[in-house]
């Protein structure tokens, strides 16, 4: 079986401070299983150069949260290409949050997300239903979100699709194991076959979901919410997922 891969986003939770604890205490002494599950932790944009400095010497990457979908004057706005000048390998697009606040729409998610390869960035598409549906219906949601935003990305780009139930963020239950690898399922034949497509779930991801739905449905790794911040529930995660880790002496700042 080929490795899982992983991500975590820590959104607007941690400050400078916080991140450097986290990546120093929990990340650093795992960074040998965290680089063969090849891990990427997406940044706030102020703390992606910190970040990136702070992992250059593992197999671990660094991702951005957002991306805009173009180059040229936009104040406030960070483009693909400066992601790409300092060193991130990811960006994540479409997150359910952005569709929310910012009301971004497929159309967008997708030129982002092609903004985001034509600089040498992988995309992180994200996709998901806003409320709990039936199995047809939630299929039929996220697969054309996915195919939607699919269709904007050239000819032998490397994406990931994360799907993950909007209801679910933050909560303590994931989707259903069969609707859940239904979805993925679907996402995997959404893609168009001159892309190289990831399929990924997230959404309460606690130690035992990968297990639960690897045996209904070909997928490629999960992305992590508390669980990469709390120690212990990250050394059961990556037990599942890439075998027992092998601890490792912090690394000085």
């Keep these: 079986m080929?490795?899982?891969?992983?991500?975590?986003?820590?959104?607007?939770?941690?400050?400078?401070?916080?991140?450097?604890?986290?990546?120093n205490d929990v990340l650093?002494?795992?960074?040998?299983?965290?680089?063969?599950?090849?891990?990427?932790?997406?940044?706030?944009?102020?703390?992606?150069?910190?970040?990136?400095?702070?992992?250059?010497?593992?197999?671990?990457?660094?991702?951005?949260?957002?991306?805009w979908c173009e180059a040229g004057a936009v104040t406030g706005e960070v483009s693909a290409g400066l992601l790409a000048e300092i060193g991130c390998t990811h960006v994540m697009v479409g997150h359910a949050e952005r569709r929310r606040l910012f009301a971004e729409d497929d159309r967008l998610v997708g030129r982002k997300a092609r903004a985001a390869s034509l600089a040498g960035?992988?995309?992180?598409?994200?996709?998901?239903?806003?409320?709990?549906?039936?199995?047809?219906?939630?299929?039929?949601?996220?697969?054309?979100?996915?195919?939607?935003?699919?269709?904007?990305?050239?000819v032998g780009a490397a994406a990931v699709v994360l799907y993950?139930?909007?209801?679910?963020?933050?909560?303590?239950?994931?989707?259903?194991?069969h609707q859940a690898a239904a979805v993925l399922d679907a996402l995997h034949h959404a893609a168009p076959g001159h892309l190289a497509l990831s399929v990924i779930y997230g959404g309460a991801v606690t130690p035992g979901t990968y297990?639960?739905?690897?045996?209904?449905?070909?997928?490629?790794?999960?992305?992590?919410?508390?669980?990469?911040?709390?120690?212990?529930?990250?050394?059961?995660?990556l037990r599942e997922l890439v075998g027992p880790a092998r601890r490792e002496p912090c690394r000085g700042t």
Excluded: Y
């Design 2 to 23: 080929t490795t899982p891969i992983s991500l975590t986003s820590t959104k607007m939770n941690l400050g400078l401070r916080q991140t450097e604890e986290w990546i």
């Design 28 to 67: 650093l002494p795992r960074a040998d299983a965290l680089g063969r599950l090849r891990f990427c932790l997406c940044l706030p944009h102020p703390l992606l150069p910190f970040g990136i400095r702070r992992i250059e010497a593992t197999d671990m990457s660094v991702g951005a949260q957002n991306v």
């Design 121 to 154: 960035v992988t995309p992180v598409i994200c996709v998901g239903e806003n409320e709990r549906l039936g199995p047809a219906e939630t299929v039929a949601h996220v697969r054309q979100q996915a195919s939607t935003a699919l269709r904007f990305l050239p």
């Design 164 to 177: 993950e139930p909007v209801w679910a963020i933050g909560s303590a239950q994931s989707a259903q194991p």
């Design 211 to 237: 297990s639960s739905l690897r045996r209904l449905a070909p997928w490629d790794g999960v992305a992590l919410g508390r669980a990469a911040q709390d120690a212990a529930m990250l050394d059961d995660v």
